[in-house]
C-alpha cells in the first residue's frame, strides 16, 4: 500500500459522498437503493480511499454465477466490479489500483470468486491501462452496452495461480 491514501470498508454514512463521486467521474449513474443493495450483499468488496480526511475514490461489486469470460462454458463464480473512480485531484497515486486488489483479494477470499470481471467504455484508455496493468485482458466487445450506443469491453481475469 502506497503512503497518503487508506482503504477502508464502505459505511452507510458514506452513501452520498460516493454517490458525488460517481456523478462527478462517469455518465453511468444509480440510484441509492442500487448501491445499498451491493453494501449489503457485497460488503467485503464495496471499499472507500480516503485522503486528506475524506473519501476520495471507491469500488463497488456484485458477486455473480454464471460461465467464465475467458474458459469457454466454464461454470464460475465471479467478482464483477460494477464501479470505480477515483477524484481526477488525487488520480495517478496508485488508488484505483489499489481498490481493484483490495477487492479482488476480498472475492476471492470472502466469497470465493475464481475470475474477475468488467466493463468499461471502449474510449476509456485510462481505465483499460489501469485493467491490463493488473493483468486483465479484452474478453469480447459488448455493441452499444452504453445508454449512449458507446461500445464496451469485457475485460477479465483468473485469479487462479495468481497472486492477488
Ligand atoms: N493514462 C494512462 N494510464 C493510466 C491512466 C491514464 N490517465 N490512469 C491510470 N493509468 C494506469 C497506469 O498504468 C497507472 O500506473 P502508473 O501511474 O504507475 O503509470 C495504473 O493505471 C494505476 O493507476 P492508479 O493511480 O491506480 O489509477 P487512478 O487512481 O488514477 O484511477 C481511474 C484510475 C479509476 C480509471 C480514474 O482515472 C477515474 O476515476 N476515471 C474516471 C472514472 C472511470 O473511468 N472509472 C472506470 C470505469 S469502468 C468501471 O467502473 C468498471
Ligand atoms: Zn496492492
Same mark, same amino acid.
Request: net charge neutral; charged share 30%; aromatic share 14%.
Given at each position: 500500500?502506497?503512503? *497518503?491514501?487508506?482503504?477502508?470498508a464502505?459505511r452507510?454514512?458514506?452513501l452520498?459522498?460516493v454517490m458525488?463521486?460517481?456523478? &462527478?467521474?462517469?455518465?453511468?449513474?444509480?440510484?441509492?437503493?442500487?448501491?445499498? &443493495?451491493l453494501a449489503?450483499?457485497?460488503?467485503?468488496?464495496?471499499?472507500v %480511499?480516503?485522503?486528506? *480526511?475524506?473519501?476520495?475514490?471507491?469500488?463497488?461489486?456484485r458477486?455473480?454465477? *454464471?460461465?467464465? +469470460?475467458l474458459?469457454?462454458?466454464?461454470?464460475a463464480k465471479?467478482?464483477?466490479?460494477?464501479?470505480? %473512480?477515483?477524484? &481526477?485531484?488525487?488520480?495517478?497515486r496508485?488508488?484505483?489500483?489499489?481498490?481493484?486488489?483490495?477487492?479482488?483479494?476480498?472475492?476471492?477470499?470472502?466469497?470465493?470468486?475464481s475470475e474477475c470481471?468488467?466493463?468499461?467504455r471502449?474510449?476509456?484508455?485510462p481505465a483499460i $491501462?489501469?485493467? &491490463?496493468?493488473? *493483468?486483465f485482458t +479484452?474478453a $469480447?466487445?459488448?455493441?452499444?452496452y452504453?445508454l449512449?450506443?458507446?461500445?464496451?469491453?469485457v475485460m477479465?481475469?483468473l485469479?487462479?495461480? $495468481?497472486?492477488?
Open positions: 500500500m502506497s503512503a *497518503g491514501f487508506t482503504l477502508r464502505f452507510a454514512e458514506d452520498n459522498r458525488s463521486i460517481n456523478f &462527478e467521474c462517469l455518465p453511468d449513474n444509480y440510484s441509492s437503493s442500487f448501491y445499498r &443493495e449489503g450483499r457485497f460488503p467485503d468488496t464495496f471499499i %480511499a480516503e485522503a486528506d *480526511g475524506e473519501i476520495q475514490g471507491y469500488v463497488m461489486c458477486v455473480e454465477r *454464471g460461465f467464465s +469470460k474458459k469457454s462454458l466454464t461454470p465471479l467478482l464483477h466490479v460494477v464501479s470505480i %473512480a477515483v477524484r &481526477e485531484a488525487y488520480r495517478r496508485g488508488i484505483a489500483k489499489e481498490l481493484m486488489h483490495e477487492a479482488m483479494r476480498k472475492g476471492a477470499n470472502a466469497y470465493e470468486a470481471y468488467l466493463e468499461v471502449v474510449g476509456n484508455e $491501462k489501469l485493467y &491490463e496493468g493488473l *493483468g +479484452k $469480447k466487445r459488448n455493441y452499444g452504453y449512449d450506443g458507446e461500445d464496451a469491453w477479465a481475469l485469479f487462479k495461480g $495468481k497472486v492477488i
